[in-house]
Nanobody
Framework: QVQLVESGGGLVQAGDSLRLSCAAS????????MGWFRQALGNEREFVSA????????VYAESVKGRFAISRDNAKNTVYLQLNSLKPEDTAIYYC????????????????????WGQGTQVTVSS
């Protein structure tokens, strides 16, 4: 069993930055592949970024590539998502997700590949 708690969301202006955190408990983070997804009002949940459990391999959605950065601190059992140059279309609830059975160097980009989800944190970007 893995518990995930996101934090760091808020209301910002276009061009600003935020850093989201996802604290994991129940398993050591080095045994878990992690991902971030988001869901805007009226839209389906979409992939944002993912990081492998070992090696730090990352993958990003095209819409955030070059603006967002995912990282992990296994000592703190926490995954981060740095959001830079935010746009109004980035407004959504952001969820972190964990996959417990994973190849060490693989980052997973499909929501069905994840076993556990956090409760989400709201990011609102005003124009």
């Amino acid at each position: 069993q893995v518990q995930l708690v996101e934090s760091g969301g808020g209301l910002v202006q276009a061009g600003d930055s935020l850093r989201l955190s996802c604290a994991a408990s129940g398993r050591t983070l080095s045994s878990i592949a992690m991902g971030w997804f988001r869901q805007a009002l009226g839209n389906e949940r979409e992939f944002v970024s993912a990081i492998s459990r070992i090696g730090g391999n990352t993958v990003y959605a095209e819409s955030v590539k070059g603006r967002f950065a995912i990282s992990r601190d296994n000592a703190k059992n926490t995954v981060y998502l740095q959001l830079n140059s935010l746009k109004p279309e980035d407004t959504a609830i952001y969820y972190c997700a964990a996959r417990t059975a994973s190849y060490s160097g693989r980052a997973y980009s499909k929501d069905v590949e994840y076993d556990y989800w956090g409760q989400g944190t709201q990011v609102t970007v005003s124009s």
